[in-house]
């Protein structure tokens, strides 16, 4: 798909990965940037910085919200999933479950549903794509992170499947597995950490060469990858040794 005068719709752009996806998009072209996010006031800084963005009020939660910006935004051509939301807490040792319900209903469900609504408009498009931002969590589980990383896996299943449904009409899926990026989400996690930038040149190359599959963005990813690949169970069991700390 080629990006240029392409029309986009960036989930979480307020800050983070979802910015850096904005600009690069600004870079490559695209004609009209829906830039999302829960709080439209958090946006106002970026929707200084060019005309072509269109700001819009959305929690991928709340269903009402995703039916009217499918509505609003009823010329997208590329999706992009970056809304995330992680508690890094363990599966037993978080106070209670809130938390994970919230990773899923951000994580999984709000993919889910925003996929579903813009499914139509995206078929309306001679080209059309779909950006699922994922996790290398999808593939390893990390203790510390034992629930962000089941929503992420359940990410990664669902990405599967909606590219076999999607294939159909025509739209591209790409999921972006990435290991922690220089974010307000990635700061918890060790360093060294990647730039937005570097994940999101990865995901974008992906698109316009026409990759339909997952893409494993930045140098240091595709490392873990390979660790992955060579031993998955002795990466898991590395990545087990990373236990929630004690409150």
Not at 193 to 205: C, I, K, N, S, Y
Not at 208 to 236: C, M, W, Y
């Given at each position: ?6 029309i986009a ?5 307020n800050?983070?990965?979802g910015q ?6 600004l870079?490559r072209g ?7 996010a829960r709080?439209?006031a958090?946006?106002n ?8 963005l ?5 929690d991928?939660t ?11 935004a009823?010329?997208v051509?590329?999706l992009?999933n970056n ?9 037993i ?16 469900f709000?993919?889910?549903s ?5 499914a ?14 994922l ?12 629930t962000y990383?089941?929503s ?12 076999a449904?999607?294939?159909a009409?025509?739209?591209?899926v790409v ?5 922690q990026?220089?974010?307000s ?8 950490r990647m730039t937005?930038?570097?994940v999101?040149t990865?995901?974008?190359d992906?698109?316009e ?15 873990i990858?390979?660790a992955?690949?060579?031993?998955p169970?002795?990466l898991?069991a590395?990545m087990?040794?990373r236990l929630?700390?004690?409150?």
């Amino acid at each position: 798909m080629k990006l240029s005068n392409s029309i986009a719709l960036v989930t979480g752009a307020n800050r983070g990965i979802g910015q850096a996806y904005v600009a690069a998009l600004l870079e490559r072209g695209a004609s009209k940037i829906y830039v999302a996010a829960r709080d439209t006031a958090t946006l106002n800084d970026l929707l200084k910085t060019d005309r072509r963005l269109v700001p819009l009020p959305l929690d991928v939660t709340d269903p009402d919200q995703v039916a009217a910006a499918a509505s609003i935004a009823n010329d997208v051509t590329l999706l992009v999933n970056n809304a995330g939301f992680a508690a890094f807490e363990g599966a037993i040792s978080a106070p209670d479950m809130d938390d994970a319900r919230r990773e899923m209903e951000v994580n999984y469900f709000g993919t889910l549903s925003l996929t579903r609504a813009f499914a139509p408009v995206l078929a309306k498009s001679p080209e059309s794509s779909v950006i699922n931002m994922l996790s290398m969590l999808s593939l390893v589980s990390l203790p510390m992170a034992a629930t962000y990383s089941a929503s992420k896996a359940a990410g990664l299943s669902l990405t599967r499947s909606l590219r076999a449904e999607l294939g159909a009409q025509g739209t591209q899926v790409v999921g972006v597995l990435a290991v922690q990026t220089e974010t307000s989400m990635g700061a918890k996690l060790p360093e060294p950490r990647m730039t937005p930038q570097e994940v999101v040149t990865d995901a974008l190359d992906a698109i316009e060469s026409g990759v339909n599959d997952e893409v494993i963005a930045g140098e240091q990813s595709r490392g873990i990858h390979r660790a992955f690949v060579a031993d998955p169970k002795g990466l898991q069991a590395k990545m087990s040794t990373r236990l929630p700390q004690s409150r």
